[in-house]
């Protein structure tokens, strides 16, 4: 069973910065995987912020909110995923989740859809406020 651990969250003003990772536990090796990062504000359903195939397709996604500001990528030698969060916006204020793909083609779902995603960590959370 493959478990993923966030971290990385905190809180900062706006336009500033954080650096969240996604880490495995155990033998997963998350260069096998897609991971996807979703984020769930208070009152809010859980959304897509981004994705990344596994390292053999090696494609990146971002949802439209994000695009320009937020970099996702993976470690291999450190088995992380890291989610590169710059200009902060205080809507971007959520708990921000990780999760791994069911199917080779998952990213191409995370942005309208969970469902083909699992082994969902606890979360980070990340508050953007002056």
């Known amino acids: 069973q493959v478990q993923l651990v966030e971290s990385g969250g905190g809180v900062v003003e706006p336009g500033g910065s954080l650096r969240l990772s996604c880490a495995a536990s155990?033998?997963?090796?998350?260069?096998?995987?897609?991971i996807a990062w979703f984020r769930q504000a208070p009152g809010k359903e859980r959304e897509g912020v981004s994705c990344?195939?596994?390292?053999?397709?090696?494609?990146?996604y971002y949802t439209d909110f994000v695009k320009g500001r937020f970099t996702i990528s993976r470690d291999s030698a450190k088995n992380t995923v890291y989610l590169q969060m710059n200009s902060l916006k205080p809507e971007d204020t959520a708990r921000y989740y990780c999760a791994k793909g069911i199917w080779g083609g998952a990213c191409t779902t995370y942005d309208y859809t969970d469902t083909d995603f699992n082994s969902w960590g606890q979360g980070t959370q990340v508050t953007v406020s002056s």
């Open positions: 990344i195939t596994n390292a053999a397709v090696n494609t990146t």
């Open positions: 155990g033998s997963t090796f998350l260069s096998n995987l897609a």
